[in-house]
């Protein structure tokens, strides 16, 4: 009974616009009671964002090869990871597939490049390619392209992009053991100048990569003090031939503990399920867009398949949610 009163003081502290602490979040964190957790972040959600979900179709328009040392990641160029690698896809093949995501349901579709940050040749085909899709696709367009100077920044906008992704992976106090090549503070500072330059940011992370539970609540924290519109909550797929390829998968549960506090710790944003949601998850996906989350990545991943975009319309439906 103490944790529910607990979790409900401070669902009604959240929707009071009071923030929750560190320590807070971790009591919410560690509590017992998992449903309600789950039930008050499913109030927080609809107190704030309504019954909507943001429904993205993602490409991989530039397939491995990247410089940086991401242990996650199949697409660095530091692994033998076996995934298929190509150049920047040409403009009408991107634009087809915004296409193909509009007209299967997708509000927005992102495009994403393994780069550090593109050479200025490939930019410039990017910034053609993005002024088609937004000339001839009536789709939210959004970007992923590594590190990012204001003036780029500035490019993107006056181009019609509608959000940049730059993701910190994880906390900075497990930063160093993910990547060598660049460090947490690069990081945000690329997220920074996305909000400098008036861009809407998407800034997440993974989780399950070997960190504590305390590190996922840290991560959470630095997320949130970006003021992101919008946050992936991704777990981690190990991929073959990358150094986090035999680390154990984590519990479903854990996955909607930290969707759940995240909720808490950032009431407003668009909180998304992405990559190693159908692995992890499995059926308690329709329990994480009752927990917390307004959004999910369907169609696929960077490197990983996904569910096709019809069951996860379905499953938005069948909740009582929509699109």
Same mark, same amino acid.
């Given at each position: 009974?103490?944790?529910?009163?607990?979790?409900?003081?401070?669902?009604?502290?959240?929707?009071?616009?009071?923030?929750?602490?560190?320590?807070?979040?971790?009591?919410?964190?560690?509590?017992?009671?998992?449903?309600?957790?789950?039930?008050?972040?499913?109030?927080?959600?609809?107190?704030?964002?309504?019954?909507? %979900?943001?429904?993205?179709?993602?490409?991989? #328009? *530039?397939? !491995?090869?990247?410089?940086?040392? @991401?242990?996650? =990641? &199949?697409?660095?160029?530091?692994?033998?990871?076996?995934?298929?690698?190509?150049?920047?896809?040409?403009?009408? %093949?991107?634009?087809?597939?915004?296409?193909? #995501? *509009?007209? !299967?349901?997708?509000?927005?579709? @992102?495009?994403? =490049? &393994?780069?550090?940050?593109?050479?200025?040749?490939?930019?410039?085909?990017?910034?053609?390619?993005?002024?088609?899709?937004?000339?001839?696709?009536?789709?939210?367009?959004?970007?992923?392209?590594?590190?990012?100077?204001?003036?780029?920044?500035?490019?993107?906008?006056?181009?019609?992009?509608?959000?940049?992704?730059?993701?910190?992976?994880?906390?900075?106090?497990?930063?160093?053991?993910?990547?060598?090549?660049?460090?947490?503070?690069?990081?945000?500072?690329?997220?920074?100048?996305?909000?400098?330059?008036?861009?809407?940011?998407?800034?997440?992370?993974?989780?399950?990569?070997?960190?504590?539970?305390?590190?996922?609540?840290?991560?959470?924290?630095?997320?949130?003090?970006?003021?992101?519109?919008?946050?992936?909550?991704?777990?981690?797929?190990?991929?073959?031939?990358?150094?986090?390829?035999?680390?154990?998968?984590?519990?479903?549960?854990?996955?909607?503990?930290?969707?759940?506090?995240?909720?808490?710790?950032?009431?407003?944003?668009?909180?998304?399920?992405?990559?190693?949601?159908?692995?992890?998850?499995?059926?308690?996906?329709?329990?994480?867009?009752?927990?917390?989350?307004?959004?999910?990545?369907?169609?696929?991943?960077?490197?990983?398949?996904?569910?096709?975009?019809?069951?996860?319309?379905?499953?938005?439906?069948?909740?009582?949610?929509?699109?």
């Amino acid at each position: 009974m103490q944790n529910r009163d607990f979790i409900r003081d401070k669902t009604n502290d959240v929707l009071a616009g009071l923030a929750v602490t560190s320590q807070e979040a971790e009591r919410l964190l560690f509590t017992d009671d998992l449903m309600t957790l789950a039930e008050s972040a499913n109030t927080i959600t609809r107190a704030y964002n309504a019954n909507k %979900v943001d429904v993205e179709t993602l490409l991989n #328009a *530039k397939a !491995g090869s990247c410089p940086e040392s @991401c242990s996650f =990641c &199949a697409q660095s160029s530091f692994y033998d990871s076996k995934i298929t690698k190509y150049p920047l896809l040409p403009t009408e %093949v991107v634009l087809q597939r915004a296409q193909t #995501a *509009k007209e !299967g349901g997708a509000s927005s579709f @992102c495009l994403v =490049c &393994a780069y550090r940050a593109p050479p200025e040749r490939d930019f410039q085909q990017i910034c053609e390619t993005i002024a088609e899709i937004v000339n001839k696709v009536d789709i939210d367009v959004n970007v992923s392209l590594g590190f990012m100077t204001r003036l780029r920044a500035r490019k993107l906008k006056s181009l019609g992009v509608k959000r940049y992704n730059h993701n910190l992976e994880a906390a900075e106090s497990y930063f160093s053991k993910i990547c060598k090549t660049h460090d947490f503070a690069d990081r945000m500072n690329t997220a920074q100048i996305v909000k400098d330059e008036g861009l809407e940011l998407c800034c997440g992370g993974i989780i399950g990569m070997g960190e504590t539970p305390q590190q996922r609540l840290e991560l959470g924290f630095s997320i949130a003090s970006l003021r992101p519109d919008e946050v992936p909550v991704n777990i981690l797929v190990a991929q073959q031939g990358t150094p986090l390829s035999q680390v154990p998968q984590i519990p479903g549960e854990d996955v909607i503990r930290i969707i759940a506090v995240w909720r808490f710790i950032m009431p407003k944003t668009i909180l998304k399920i992405g990559g190693g949601r159908e692995i992890h998850l499995k059926d308690m996906g329709r329990l994480a867009l009752k927990a917390g989350a307004n959004g999910l990545i369907t169609g696929g991943y960077l490197t990983v398949g996904g569910n096709k975009p019809d069951k996860d319309l379905r499953m938005i439906h069948e909740i009582g949610l929509h699109t």
